[in-house]
């Protein structure tokens, strides 16, 4: 009887057995793997659908990355091709300048050294330029500095091995002798207030006139007779009515100057 039994649930296991393998192994139908599809289904839709979206913003931020970098690398091209050009447009200036001085100084007689400007302080107690030459290329304390044919400009008054410091006509500290060319009547030309020069030590008897030009005199060995410092202007007596003096136009715009010619000498 037990041993019936035992045979009967043998069976009964072999059966169930063949089912399952019949039931996993059908053509038509797989159930557990509808059920599986049933509940995966929309899990893998979620999934799906958040990885196209993240995928679009890794893509949106690279392209932005992208984008900020073409436009750094245009910006950078662009401020260079803007420094070029403003370099070649100051060679050219430059080139134009020396040429027309050049055409200018052939008229005189003088030995000079062309010196493009450096800088400038125009305060009010100092008037001076800094120019690119000194003491390497012969440039000595006290020479005269010119533009055009003979336009004064001022003095060296300071000098290193590559640069130098030119003392200006307004400059206070800076006294010329010079003369009124029309009724060679001689006088001091002088700084005033940092903004003006004027002509000082004319006798009360001269017959001075507005217009007049006033040009170095040649007394003193700094500056060579002939150079035009400008013309006058208002004229008035001094306070103790010994003397007249009167108030300068200058030609030069000193703080547009670029180029100035030093006078080491006759030729």
């Not at 001085?101 to 000079?112: P, S």
Request: aromatic share 8%; net charge positive.
């Amino acid at each position: 009887m037990i041993k019936h039994k035992k045979i009967n649930n043998w069976l009964i296991i072999g059966l169930l057995l063949i089912l399952l393998i019949l039931f996993f192994n059908s053509k038509q139908k797989k159930p557990l793997q509808s059920i599986s599809n049933v509940v995966a289904k929309p899990f893998a839709r979620i999934f799906s659908g958040a990885g196209f979206w993240l995928n679009k913003k890794i893509y949106f931020i690279s392209s932005i990355g992208e984008l900020k970098n073409q436009n750094e690398q245009l910006f950078n091209e662009n401020l260079k091709l803007k420094a070029e050009l403003v370099g070649r447009n100051e060679t050219e200036n430059e080139n134009r300048i020396l040429r027309e001085e050049i055409g200018l100084m052939a008229q005189n007689d003088f030995e000079t050294e062309a010196c493009f400007i450096l800088g400038q302080t125009l305060s009010q107690n100092r008037k001076v330029i800094y120019l690119d030459k000194g003491s390497a290329n012969g440039i000595k304390k006290g020479m005269p500095v010119i533009i055009g044919g003979g336009i004064l400009v001022g003095k060296t008054s300071k000098i290193y091995k590559t640069s130098s410091e030119v003392e200006l006509v307004l400059d206070r500290n800076n006294k010329i002798n010079a003369e009124v060319q029309e009724i060679q009547v001689k006088g001091i030309v002088q700084g005033e207030y940092g903004t003006s020069s004027t002509i000082n030590m004319i006798p009360q008897t001269a017959e001075i006139e507005s217009g007049q030009t006033v040009i170095t005199s040649g007394l003193g060995d700094v500056y060579p007779r002939g150079l035009l410092i400008g013309y006058v202007g208002r004229i008035e007596m001094t306070v103790d009515q010994l003397f007249k003096k009167a108030s300068l136009e200058l030609p030069v715009q000193f703080k547009n100057l670029r180029m100035v010619w030093i006078i080491k000498g006759k030729k």
